[in-house]
């Protein structure tokens, strides 16, 4: 087991978002968090990557996962820095030996290998996204943590993050991604959080567009 | 310590490719320097008399507008988060980042100091002095502006008024420093207002990784 979340319950701003929250999470898993927005998806990534404090239950990682991966909604990119030195500066910091061909593979597998030497800031915010997940390519951490990562990609890059996803689950990584939309992953576990939110009403009758 | 050196290194990245920033606030030290200067007209006693005090506010001020690239931009793209998860602590953020912000933004102005009064009075007699104590304040004014910084990266609104309740502690340390020269000009060693500005950088050192650690735990938050 990589990852045990155990009866947890998540505060923010001092409100529950949700409570007694439990799952186990194996090896090669595909995890899609779903629910509505302000459910909480992105706090319990946040809270198995250790930035926030879980207010009771516990979330214990395998001993074997020395270090995690974690893509918020944020790119982490410098505006004023170029693509390159941007992918080069978070290889540094993450102590990730890469040579430049392969920044300019990884580029290239999403398109943006034109785009090597422009600044951050010039770039549209797909573009922004795109390069961001190029960091999924360089990383060898056995959890990987993804919030909202498909959010302004079209459809041809959102094709190839669904593939770099399966080729990362089949080399035994973890993948844990929050998304609204369906991936179409085989074999994916999706956990909807509404059922142990305090904000849904489960009362509550929603709209949907048939009933429009 | 491998964390401290790859930190500061990415630091000094940041920093050298931002490189816009550091010479924008080597550009305002001389610049606001030499207005005031100039506003003392032909009174050129009264100059002599006020240039270390006009040159210790001058970096002052330099020093707490220039610090806030270092933390603001951080934060807003989620770097701060990213660095914390890939197991750097915030004391070794803080501290690589304080010694980049010495480095890129006092240390030039202590070089340029001298030749400023240089351009003015030909060799001014206290120098020396002057160097010394700014090299040895200039640490905990870069302290006390990153204390102020991290505390404020939250708060967009209230800004202006918390920024007022960290001036106050700007003033002993302003005091000590400029007195320093006071003191060589009447002949004597300051070696008392030296002690004394070591000492302010012995509290404000850990002042600034307790509060900023836990400031900077919060944000992640």
């Known amino acids: 087991m990589v990852l045990k979340i155990d009866s947890i319950t998540l505060k923010r701003s001092n409100k529950i978002l949700f409570e007694n929250f439990s799952v186990n999470v194996n090896k090669s898993q595909i995890i899609i968090l779903t629910g509505d927005n302000g459910v909480g998806k992105s706090s319990l990534l946040e809270a198995i990557s250790g930035v926030l404090k879980v207010c009771e239950g516990q979330i214990n990682i395998s001993k074997d996962i020395k270090k995690i991966f974690y893509l918020g909604h944020e790119n982490c990119l410098k505006d004023e820095l170029s693509v390159y030195d941007n992918l080069r500066v978070w290889c540094e910091v993450a102590r990730k030996k890469v040579i430049d061909n392969q920044i300019h593979d990884g580029l290239n597998y999403f398109n943006i290998s034109k785009l090597v030497n422009q600044p951050i800031k010039k770039l549209s915010q797909g573009q922004k996204r795109r390069v961001a997940l190029t960091k999924l390519f360089f990383t060898d951490s056995k959890l990987i943590l993804l919030d909202e990562p498909i959010a302004g990609l079209d459809k041809k890059s959102e ?3 669904s593939k770099l996803v399966l080729k990362k689950k089949r080399t035994g990584k973890t993948i844990i991604l929050t998304s609204h939309k369906d991936l179409g992953f085989k074999n994916q576990n999706i956990v909807d959080l509404n059922r142990f939110s305090k904000k849904t009403n489960k009362n509550t009758k929603f709209d949907t567009w048939e009933n429009l | 310590m491998m964390n401290l050196f790859l930190l500061i290194n990415r630091e000094f990245k940041l920093s050298i490719k931002n490189f816009k920033s550091a010479l924008f606030n080597i550009f305002f030290f001389v610049i606001s320097s030499f207005i005031f200067f100039l506003s003392f007209g032909s009174e050129f006693e009264a100059i002599i008399e006020f240039s270390h005090g006009i040159i210790w506010s001058v970096l002052l001020f330099s020093l707490i507008f220039s610090v806030d690239q270092f933390y603001d931009s951080d934060f807003k793209d989620g770097s701060l988060k990213e660095l914390k ?13 304080l010694f980049t912000m010495w480095f890129f933004i006092a240390l030039p102005i202590i070089i340029i100091a001298p030749l400023i009064l240089y351009s003015f009075f030909g060799v001014y ?18 302290l006390l502006a990153s204390l102020g910084e991290i505390l404020l990266i939250r708060a967009r609104k209230n800004k202006i008024m918390l920024m007022l309740i960290i001036i106050p502690f700007y003033i002993p340390i302003l005091i000590f420093g400029v007195s320093a020269v006071d003191v060589a000009k009447l002949g004597f060693i300051p070696d008392k207002n030296f002690i004394i500005l070591v000492g302010f950088f012995m509290i404000t050192l850990p002042l600034t990784l307790v509060f900023g650690k836990l400031c900077i735990d919060q944000i992640c938050e």
């Open chain 2, 125 to 142: 007699p206290y120098n020396k002095t002057l160097i010394i104590s700014l090299f040895l304040a200039s640490p905990s004014l870069i």
């Open chain 1, 159 to 161: 094709y190839n993050f």
């Open chain 2, 85 to 97: 998860i890939l197991g750097y602590s915030s004391v070794e953020i803080i501290i690589s980042k």
